[in-house]
């Protein structure tokens, strides 16, 4: 096995450079002292080194152009540079001042390549190592400690996201910048992401239809791979992680390695869970689930850009908690045999850019298949789909510098749905789905404190139908042919009052065209019938953004509020009519509504305390519907706590840390006109991590126990209280990563 994996990766280490264009520097702290094993990146690029001895970094085969630079170290601040790249030789030369708060760093989903405080709109970063160590087995979950950020969930395995109470269809997730097409309509079907691969999450809280379109009206989702190995290396790990309430298991193993101009590397991992414990109670019936992960990735870097190349695969069987389960299921297990949902899916994408002097053209497309069945108690599927997308992307930065940047780009998306084998559920019709948008984006800076941004985008989208089934019975689809066109845009402002204080505000207009499911559904879709309506307009969004954020020494607070107005909102609800079978029919329909909010943080590192972290956090939203009913799906109020403890060093300990965390979610009184109030709860958690060195090998290690007290609540948003399933109880996890170097 290892001599196949060194031949894998033999080019990395064989290729010969020819004259090149190079960026070298040192990288010192305020006392001009070197720090040795500081991060340099070129994250348009996906390369990066670590400084030697003497501090001293060197990068090599860059092509000419305007290139971002981010220095980062343990303990430090993160500097982030600019160089425009026109000679062989390049030096540029970092100095990093002591952090007692965590930096901001470079994001990749506001449209440009900048730091989190220069983007009007604000973009907000969880690095894998939190998710890591969150303690829970729902990957959706971890993402929930982000203020506005709540998750619809139906058990451990099949959950969505919410951002300000919006979510489905009106959130954008994306796969390392690839819109996810995988049949997202429903709070039944998964976020379709594997962990596993992630380096870090990106989220936008407001409409970004200025960026990606429709479906980004409430917020954007982009999951970011794991960086590219060091230039010279290679190297990887294995991951480890066990939950005591699922008897789960998750493992991972994944190797990469980089040369001068190749890089490249692969990951496989493999999750299994039974069925869940309640708080208190027994377990979750058909709450079990599996996951199998496969990505692999290559690239090359020379004069003229980077060229990547990504191939994920994702299976999945997830079980479902329905009514139909409770006599059939008698104990828990974990290998699913009946009513789970079986999807695949694949994505292979190429994103390159490409430099032609002060010009740099931005060029991605992607491929994705997505099959879908549901097995219920037949032998054979009870539904079964096959989902294929195209999707491709073209921008043009136009010549800028430290105080502009202009683009012009489209994107399209090109889609067809089918079903297949002839199954006995037929509920979306075959259908193609046509999607291209044009749009111009612009930021200046002024003074040297404000900076304007913002952008227009037209957009022209065509749904079309094929008949299905028999004219003239209940379940017929008849054919439609639906065209839409809408315009989009945003203008925001950051502005520095200080070194330590910025304001933000954002006002953006988005849209959501009606889905395949909105305009066409008619059948069973899990527990009820729905029936779609083929009259259903846009979503149009008109979201304003206020926020300040304050980023001492030893203290930072973040205040934001928003008003989102939604004109032709989308959603469905039960009618008074009943199938021959006494089923309950839920129908589409459209009313304007409007969500007002907002979230509030603090972050406290005592001076005197060094090694001691205080936050906490606040999250509001209220959805309403043009006649004053609430929408649904909208969460309660949550606080958020946490109290960590950190050294750099405890005997053989390196960089431990306590952290003692609590969630408070006030009582949800304002349900929609179909859903329940639900109780207020308390859950307090603990976790310990550590790095440690074993006969010169690293190892990192984390225990984590979530819901101490085994407290037995309903999350308003759970699909499962209306069963009287309670969500998971007490959890102990294990977390271990051992990372391993090949060659160096």
């Given at each position: ?39 340099v ?26 290139i ?36 901001q760093e ?35 979950e ?19 996201p ?7 269809n ?39 239809s200025l960026l ?22 290679m ?34 991992g ?26 692999a ?40 045999e009946?009513?789970?949902?079986d ?26 298949n ?52 002839n ?9 193609n ?18 900076k ?13 139908t ?39 505000t ?30 259903l307009?846009?979503?149009n ?33 039960p ?27 603090i ?8 090694w ?25 109020q949550?606080?958020?706590y946490?109290v ?31 859903e ?69």
């Amino acid at each position: 096995m290892k001599k196949i994996v060194l031949i894998f990766f033999v080019l990395f280490i064989c290729i010969k450079m020819n004259a090149q264009n190079q960026l070298k520097g040192v990288v010192t702290d305020i006392n001009n002292e070197p720090l040795i094993g500081a991060s340099v990146s070129l994250p348009e690029l996906n390369k990066g080194t670590i400084t030697n001895l003497k501090g001293e970094y060197l990068i090599s085969n860059i092509p000419n152009g305007k290139i971002k630079i981010q220095f980062s170290f343990i303990g430090y601040n993160t500097d982030i540079k600019s160089i425009n790249i026109s000679n062989t030789n390049n030096e540029i030369n970092a100095l990093l001042t002591t952090a007692t708060i965590q930096s901001q760093e470079i994001v990749i989903t506001g449209g440009y390549v900048s730091s989190q405080h220069k983007n009007a709109v604000k973009i907000v970063v969880l690095r894998s190592n939190d998710i890591a160590l969150s303690g829970t087995s729902n990957f959706m979950e971890s993402l929930t400690k982000i203020p506005g950020v709540d998750m619809i969930a139906k058990g451990q395995g099949v959950s969505k996201p919410v951002i300000r109470g919006l979510s489905m269809n009106d959130v954008l997730v994306m796969n390392n910048s690839v819109r996810i097409e995988n049949y997202q309509f429903s709070e039944n079907h998964p976020l379709g992401v594997d962990d596993n691969d992630v380096e870090r999450v990106e989220i936008i809280k407001g409409p970004a239809s200025l960026l990606y379109g429709s479906d980004a009206i409430g917020g954007v989702i982009n999951f970011i791979k794991e960086k590219p190995a060091p230039v010279g290396k290679m190297l990887g790990d294995y991951r480890l992680q066990l939950h005591s309430n699922t008897l789960g298991m998750n493992n991972s193993i994944g190797l990469k390695g980089a040369s001068k101009k190749i890089f490249g590397g692969f990951r496989l991992g493999h999750k299994t869970h039974s069925d869940y414990f309640q708080g208190g109670g027994n377990y979750v019936p058909n709450s079990r689930f599996n996951e199998i992960a496969f990505n692999a990735n290559t690239g090359y870097t020379g004069k003229i850009g980077t060229f990547k190349f990504y191939y994920d695969y994702f299976k999945q069987d997830l079980g479902m908690t329905v009514p139909a389960v409770k006599p059939l299921i008698t104990e828990q297990k974990r290998k699913n045999e009946i009513w789970y949902q079986d999807l695949e899916h694949q994505i292979i994408s190429s994103q390159n850019s490409l430099y032609f002097g002060k010009f740099k053209w931005n060029i991605c497309a992607s491929y994705q298949n997505a099959l879908r069945k549901l097995n219920t108690t037949l032998d054979v599927p009870f539904v079964e789909m096959n989902l294929n997308t195209i999707t491709y992307e073209s921008k043009l930065h136009l010549p800028s510098n430290n105080k502009s940047e202009y683009i012009f780009g489209l994107q399209g998306m090109s889609q067809n749905n089918k079903n297949i084998n002839n199954r006995t559920s037929q509920f979306l019709p075959d259908a193609n789905i046509n999607n291209i948008g044009f749009l111009g984006l612009a930021q200046h800076t002024f003074f040297n404190k404000l900076k304007l941004q913002g952008g227009l985008r037209f957009d022209m989208y065509k749904t079309e139908t094929f008949a299905l089934g028999t004219k003239e019975t209940s379940s017929y689809h008849a054919p439609i042919n639906k065209s839409f066109s809408n315009i989009n845009g945003s203008i925001g402002a950051t502005f520095n009052a200080n070194e330590k204080i910025l304001l933000r505000t954002n006002f953006a207009k988005g849209y959501r065209v009606p889905n395949l499911s909105e305009l066409t559904s008619n059948g069973m879709h899990g527990n009820r019938y729905e029936i779609g309506n083929e009259y259903l307009s846009p979503e149009n969004s008109f979201e304003t953004d206020l926020s300040i954020h304050y980023h001492g020494d030893f203290l930072s607070f973040d205040l934001a509020g928003f008003l989102n107005q939604i004109s032709d909102y989308i959603f469905i609800s039960p009618t008074t009519d009943t199938t021959s079978t006494g089923v309950d029919i839920y129908r589409f329909s459209q009313t304007n509504a409007k969500l007002y909010g907002g979230e509030a943080g603090i972050h406290f590192h005592p001076e005197n305390l060094p090694w001691l972290h205080i936050e906490g956090t606040y999250s509001s939203v209220i959805g309403k519907q043009e006649n004053e009913n609430y929408l649904p799906f909208i969460p309660a109020q949550k606080f958020r706590y946490e109290v960590k403890a950190e050294r750099d060093k405890i005997g053989f300990l390196i960089n431990p840390s306590i952290k003692l965390s609590a969630l408070t979610a006030l009582k949800q009184s304002n349900p929609s006109k179909f859903e329940t109030t639900t109780d207020g709860y308390t859950l307090v958690n603990i976790s310990v991590n550590s790095k440690l060195f074993i006969s010169h090998q690293t190892l990192v290690i984390g225990i984590s126990a979530n819901n101490i007290f085994d407290t037995q609540y309903f999350d308003h948003l759970s699909t499962l209280k209306p069963l009287n399933y309670y969500n998971q109880g007490r959890n102990i996890s294990l977390y271990l990563k051992v990372p391993f170097i090949i060659n160096n």
